[in-house]
């Protein structure tokens, strides 16, 4: 018996996979919601070659959502990697009841998702930046 308090279904599961395993180059995202009448999560939206700033500008003012960021960071010694970060992206103005199934779903959300570094974004599109995302995977 399962005590999760928000299901993602077979098809989130699936995308999130194929974003995992997608070799691309660049930034890309995929953005996921919960369902409040449901309690599932969806996909909301899957973003491709557009920058950090641009993918922020896409996500809603006033909704959480779950984003995993496929994100090219450049190493001082040259390299470039493309790791994985989830982004959860919680502004200030959401919904206190999405914003609290939001909160209890996050630990499940970030297991099932395989992502380790995790940004909180609680000031819209100014906390997504470049800079956040970099300073994030390169801290220790």
């Known amino acids: 018996?399962?005590?999760r308090t928000v299901d993602i279904p077979g098809n989130v599961l699936d995308a999130l996979?194929?974003?995992?395993?997608?070799?691309?180059k660049g930034n890309a995202a995929i953005s996921v919601k919960i369902i409040k009448n449901s309690l599932t999560m969806a996909v909301d939206e899957e973003l491709t070659d557009l920058s950090v700033e641009e993918i922020a500008e896409e996500l809603p003012?006033?909704?959480p959502r779950y984003v995993v960021l496929s994100h090219e960071l450049k190493h001082k010694d040259g390299r470039i990697s493309y790791p994985l970060?989830?982004?959860n992206w919680a502004p200030s103005g959401s919904p206190t009841e999405l914003m609290t199934l939001h909160a209890s779903s996050l630990s499940y959300f970030?297991?099932?998702a395989q992502v380790a570094k995790v940004l909180e974004v609680r000031d819209g599109a100014?906390?997504?930046?470049?800079k956040a995302v970099d300073d994030r995977l390169l801290a220790n």
Request: charged share 30%; aromatic share 8%.
């Open 1 to 3: 018996m399962s005590t």
């Open 17 to 24: 996979k194929k974003f995992r395993f997608n070799n691309r």
């Open 85 to 87: 970060i989830m982004i």
């Open 61 to 63: 003012e006033n909704a």
């Open 110 to 112: 970030q297991e099932i």
């Open 126 to 130: 100014e906390g997504l930046t470049t």
